[in-house]
């Protein structure tokens, strides 16, 4: 009997452990936590707006008038159209449970991913945070079916193109404002 006892004893510690610990995680969330992870608006807004606040220039053509940055959180959305509603994916490089940068981007066609925006603040740059930020979204976007994938830059945002060049994008097109990138996808058939 006492050796029944021991045994249910034991389970119910165990039991009770890992359910704490599950618990904890789930209540503290990535609150320490380093790396990419899915957009969560309660969490990233604010920090995705400091970002274009801080870095319009770099993020934003002169030619765009009508672009709000608060509507693509909101609507997941590259246009105000209602096809396109929900059709961005934003992933946030977090540091230390921070966001600290972003990456967006969507399937413009059935075979063409488009990378929309990358930005990581000034603080945290020099820590790869853009080419991992880079590296997901080309990973998301391969895995969506994609057979390249586009990016626009200015011609003057030379580290931005160092981190393009670096992942395999090639510069198609530079009109001397903007530099038009584009990476070939190499699906393998097994």
Request: net charge positive.
């Amino acid at each position: 009997m006492k050796k029944i006892y021991v045994i249910l004893l034991s389970l119910f510690v165990v039991t009770s452990l890992s359910l704490l610990f599950y618990y904890r995680a789930a209540i503290l969330g990535y609150r320490n936590y380093t790396g990419v992870v899915d957009y969560n608006k309660s969490r990233d807004k604010a920090a995705i707006l400091e970002i274009f606040n801080k870095n319009w220039y770099w993020l934003i053509s002169e030619y765009t008038k009508d672009f709000s940055p608060e509507f693509m959180l909101e609507s997941l959305s590259h246009d105000k159209t209602s096809e396109s509603y929900g059709q961005v994916t934003i992933k946030v490089m977090l540091d230390n449970g921070k966001p600290v940068g972003f990456v967006a981007y969507y399937m413009k066609t059935f075979y063409e991913g488009f990378l929309w925006f990358l930005a990581v603040n000034e603080e945290a740059r020099n820590k790869k945070y853009g080419k991992l930020l880079m590296k997901t979204a080309i990973d998301d976007l391969t895995k969506r079916g994609a057979r390249y994938i586009r990016l626009i830059t200015r011609t003057t945002n030379y580290p931005a193109q160092a981190v393009y060049k670096s992942l395999g994008f090639k510069a198609t097109h530079d009109n001397g404002k903007f530099v038009d990138f584009e990476l070939m996808i190499n699906h393998q058939t097994s």
